[in-house]
């Protein structure tokens, strides 16, 4: 019986352990067994090992990734492709799935890297050399152009930044970026590409600013002041920075919230004050398969006029996975690579 390298997580505050989970033998329909070449550590990784997040134990964290087919049960879909895939299985038949265009709310939803190691065939997160993709998960190709450590986290910082950006307000000249890490820095080149003449950003971290700069991005230093703009978004994590945002807006304008999915995001916001202004408020949490697609297709236009490898860090084997935390702690990168 073949089996998977895998790093096992027990639980916040304790260390990853290196183990092996058997892989299935035979596919069920509309399966697919991937061979993990590069996964990059998620910031709701970080969350979940410092105990803001829940995850059943034990378990296989990991959910970004880029891959090749080792064995395929489905249609379209086979030996050698090079794939990522959506970072969520859904049904296809529920009210979510069908009337409310909403996927990554299924009644019946699957996350990667959020299920026991009893669920399924086990595999069922990226820090292992194998993965089983469930038959309800967007599974698409991999441009030949793009290396593993940029197109790795599009499956899941890229493709919530698409969602977020989806429908912008008419006009839309200029715009706010609340916070300059991996989701900022995608959020202002997604702009700049889809036209929007200035796109601010703020952030903490004159590092983190230095770096927005390269993708298109204005950098503010905080507290300094700025025009109003026809849109903000929030990616910073943080309820602290909402007033700003509204006070940033002009009449009319909107405003996308993206980053505080946590519960320690209580508001201090009157209503009186987005009434006034006639604003629109928007929540996005995850995205639909086609914005995945979009974020793959933006890459492979864009990743030789920006340096999106400046991103991830050189790779790591999956035997120094806790290291590779330590790494994420000290943000020295906006994305830790991991090999197996």
């Known amino acids: 019986m073949n089996s998977a390298r895998v790093q096992l997580f027990h639980g916040p505050g304790k260390p990853f352990q290196m183990g092996s989970a058997a892989w299935p033998e035979d596919l069920h329909p509309g399966e697919v067994l991937v061979q ?14 410092e105990g803001r997040r ?8 990991g959910h970004e990734a880029v891959g090749h087919v080792v064995s395929s049960a489905r249609d379209g879909v086979g030996y050698g492709q090079r794939v990522t895939w959506t970072l969520a299985d859904s049904c296809g038949h529920c009210a979510p799935c069908t009337r409310w265009h909403l996927p990554q709310k299924c009644e019946h939803l699957f996350k990667y890297g959020h299920a026991a190691l009893s669920d399924g065939s086990g595999l069922n997160g990226c820090y292992a050399s194998h993965i089983v993709l469930r038959p309800g998960t967007e599974i ?26 989806e429908a912008l307000p008419d006009p839309c000249d200029s715009a706010l970026v609340q916070g300059g890490g991996l989701l900022g820095i995608y959020a202002c080149a997604w702009l700049r590409h889809r036209g929007v003449n200035e796109v601010f950003c703020t952030d903490l971290s004159p590092q983190r600013l ?27 994590g943080s309820s602290a920075v909402i007033p700003d945002g509204v006070k940033a807006l002009r009449p009319g304008g909107h405003y996308v919230w993206a980053g505080m999915v946590h519960p320690e995001t209580q508001l201090d916001l009157t209503g009186e004050a987005v009434l006034r202004k006639c604003l629109t408020l928007r929540g996005i949490h995850n995205y639909r398969p086609e914005h995945l697609a979009a974020g793959l297709d933006f890459l492979a236009q864009n ?24 790494l994420t702690r000290s ?5 830790v690579a991991i090999h197996p």
């Open 331 to 335: 943000r020295q990168w906006q994305r």
């Open 36 to 49: 993990i070449s590069l996964a990059t550590i998620c910031g709701s990784d970080l969350h979940t090992t």
């Open 303 to 326: 990743h030789r006029q920006m340096p999106f490898e400046k991103l991830t860090s050189p790779a790591l084997p999956l035997e120094q996975l806790n290291e590779g935390f330590y």
């Open 54 to 61: 829940t995850a059943p134990t034990p378990c296989i964290l």
């Open 140 to 165: 698409m190709t991999v441009p030949d152009a793009l290396p593993d450590a940029i197109a790795a986290p599009a499956n899941c910082a890229l493709a919530t930044i698409v969602n977020a950006l």
């Open 210 to 236: 230095a770096l927005v700069a390269e993708f298109g991005g204005i950098p503010v230093p905080h507290g300094e002041k700025m025009p109003q703009v026809d849109l903000v978004l929030e990616v910073t």
